[in-house]
């Protein structure tokens, strides 16, 4: 069969990779996708927007399946254009997207479903916010409704920051439609985890746990941005916690959804905090995590595409995974996610061992030289018998390669890793 992969980003080169490997794939293409995927998918030269190109595409080449990485075409209807044409794909409808397009949505479901999450308030008028923060506690958690790659939350440490966060989202519209609706959030203290699961309607089946670093800079200071590294397992959330996240949260959620007449199909993403009450939804997303893909499909033994296949058609579904940990780390480009840089050329040995190298901002030239292209470039990832040798392995090939104008985390793991 023939796979189409929607995307240009590193997720996207970690999900070609995976494909690529299925007994049931004879050839995968990637739209738009990047130069560095070239050796696990053929690049089609047509924009995740343009959603009549990527469907004609798709009749052309008799693709079989689907898979939408990013967020934006969900929320737009691609996934809807597909199946009216007939084509399958393995990602959520737009009405059932809307979970992620919309925190304010997502919000009301899991208030009205009991399914356990902060408590919050939504605003469209600046006055109304700023007076309902002075009543609040700080830290406060301020949040663009809609979506903002990754980079429209605001964890305010001052009441200041809090304020500052208001204005640019409400009055200055710094994420344009995205932020004209706030939500102002209770701050919940506890370990962050990634826990995606595959979902048909009812069948939900879980992923292995992974956990991002979203902060820009080591010890998790400075501003969210998309991710700067993620690592799988996470030791320090158990099997017990994990247990009832599936059963308050992930089960729940699809039944929820499907309830509401947006059944849900794909990846169900669920950004969850350990608090002293359990597992809590700091927020949802309705595709493939990034960069927790890129150290979760490595250590997934099963055939993915084989996987889906059988989900999409009710049968019974198991995981094999790997024991080995992952652990990656993003290279970014200096000022990220504020500043925008001029391209860099990037100098990379075409041998790297067995590490991962997963290419997410970089465009080539007639010579073939990559040059970085938008905010995070690559994810530089390894496999270890533990996160420690893992981590190891990632940080002993970046201290010798040359990164000018480029930045990157030195602590990735470390909550694990002691």
């Known amino acids: 069969m023939k796979v189409l992969v929607i995307g240009r980003g590193g997720r996207e080169h970690s999900l070609c990779e995976k494909i690529k490997s299925s ?8 739209a738009p996708g990047n130069p560095g995927m070239a050796n696990v ?3 089609v030269a047509i924009n995740e927007g343009d959603h009549e190109q990527l469907v004609s595409f798709a009749h052309g080449q008799k693709i079989s399946l689907v898979f939408i990485g990013p967020e934006q075409p969900l929320v737009e209807g691609l996934t809807d254009r597909f199946s009216e044409a007939g084509i399958k794909v393995f990602a959520p409808s737009q009405k059932a997207a809307e979970i992620e397009g ?10 009205k479903y009991g399914i356990p999450t902060a408590d919050y308030k939504v605003f469209r008028e600046f006055a109304e916010a700023k007076a309902y923060l002075d009543q609040c506690q700080i830290p406060i958690v301020i949040k663009a409704d809609g979506l903002a790659a990754g980079k429209g939350v605001v964890v305010a440490e001052t009441r200041a920051e809090a304020e500052e966060a208001l204005r640019e989202m409400l009055l200055d519209e710094k994420f344009g439609s995205a932020s004209s609706k706030v939500i ?3 701050f919940l203290d506890g370990e962050e985890f990634s826990f995606m699961a595959l979902v048909h309607g009812d069948l ?13 800079f080591d010890g998790d200071a400075g501003p969210n941005t998309g991710g700067m590294g993620s690592y799988s397992p996470v030791p320090q959330i158990s099997k017990d916690v994990l247990d009832t996240a599936i059963e308050t949260i992930l089960r729940p959620t699809a039944e929820a959804l499907l309830k509401e007449g947006r059944s849900f199909t794909g ?6 905090i350990l608090t002293s009450g359990g597992p809590k939804v700091i927020e949802f997303n309705a595709r493939f995590g990034d960069p927790e893909t890129q150290v979760l499909l490595p250590r997934l033994k099963s055939d993915l595409v084989d996987v889906v296949v059988r989900l999409m058609q009710g049968g019974p579904v198991e995981l094999s995974w790997s024991n080995q940990a992952m652990l990656g780390v993003v290279v970014a480009r200096e ?3 504020e500043e925008s840089r001029e391209g860099v050329q990037l100098d990379l040995p075409n041998d790297l061992g067995d590490l991962h190298l997963y290419y997410s901002g970089v465009i080539s030239d007639a010579e073939g030289n990559f040059t970085s292209s938008g905010g995070r470039i690559f ?3 390894a496999l270890g018998d533990d996160l420690e040798e893992a981590q190891n392995k990632v940080y002993d090939c970046l201290n010798t390669l040359k990164l000018p104008g480029l930045f990157h985390r030195n602590d990735i793991g470390f909550r694990a890793i002691k």
């Open 267 to 272: 990846i169900l993403y669920a950004g969850l």
């Open 204 to 216: 939900v089946i879980p992923l292995d746990v992974a956990q991002d670093h979203k902060r820009a």
């Open 102 to 111: 919309s925190k304010t949505y997502a919000k009301e479901l899991m208030i």
């Open 23 to 30: 007994h049931l794939v004879s050839k995968v293409f990637v």
């Open 41 to 43: 998918a053929e690049q």
């Open 335 to 337: 000022g990220y996610p």
């Open 184 to 186: 102002i959030e209770e």
């Open 379 to 381: 994810l530089l990832a």
